[in-house]
């Protein structure tokens, strides 16, 4: 069946650090591949997507790209903030169902 | 912006008793869902509805519960019978065949 496959938390790094989040997927048709964050004490927010191979999605400084090869999609943003301290969640939708199928997410926190 | 808005934020049931969580989804949206997530763990898909029936569920989704779009604007989902195994985050989410947009999400606690 479809599956996502996310890098464990807790994730802990400094204000301004590089950030990596590894997403990998299993995925029995074509997917579109998510990424969703959680801020603390809110739901889920959309925050990029990409729908095919080699696209990338990007948003907040935040990109990932569509690796078909490698079936990956892994997050990531060159300077994080404290305000990015949230749980990640990479996602997959195949075409034709509507339903997402996610990871188990990371939790991250930024230190100043 | 539109927004997906759910009713109430924090519930506290006792088991045996039945819950309705309530949504509003946005409003040009046709596809309606429910997500789980127990604490600590990931978010569950539950069901999926369009056209004013049940479009796909999980395993999960068992006789217990149920989905209903009373009056074209909410979304509901009831428990009849609450275990204590039900306690999670339900998120309802509306969407376009692009993406998903989720509520803020009701905790339910069974007691």
């Known amino acids: 069946g479809d599956s996502v496959t996310q890098m464990e938390g807790p994730v802990t790094l400094s204000e301004e650090a590089f950030l990596t989040i590894n997403c990998t997927y299993t995925?029995?048709?074509?997917?579109?591949l998510f990424w969703y964050v959680q801020y603390p004490g809110e739901g889920l927010q959309l925050l990029l997507k990409?729908?095919?191979?080699?696209d990338k999605g990007s948003n907040k400084g935040f990109e990932a790209t569509y690796r078909k090869e490698t079936t990956s999609f892994h997050l990531e943003k060159g300077s994080v903030q404290v305000s990015d301290s949230a749980v990640y969640f990479c996602a997959l939708r195949i075409d034709g169902n509507e339903k997402l199928t996610f990871g188990t997410g990371t939790r991250l926190t930024i230190i100043p | 912006e539109p927004e997906v808005t759910q009713t109430p934020s924090h519930q506290v049931t006792q088991m045996g008793q039945e819950v309705i969580l309530r949504c509003v989804p946005i409003?040009?949206?046709?596809?309606f869902y429910w997500y789980r997530q127990i604490l600590g763990q990931k978010v569950e898909f539950l069901v999926s509805?369009?056209?004013?029936?049940?479009?796909?569920k999980s395993e999960i989704f068992d006789d217990q519960f149920s989905v209903e779009r009373p009056d074209g604007s909410n979304f509901t989902l009831k428990i009849r019978s609450t275990k204590l195994e039900d306690s999670a985050m339900y998120f309802c989410a509306s969407s376009t065949r692009q993406s998903s947009f989720f509520g803020q999400g009701t905790r339910l606690t069974v007691v």
């Open positions: 509805f369009y056209n004013n029936e049940i479009s796909e």
């Open positions: 990409a729908t095919k191979a080699d």
């Open positions: 995925a029995t048709g074509y997917p579109s």
């Open positions: 409003s040009n949206h046709l596809y």
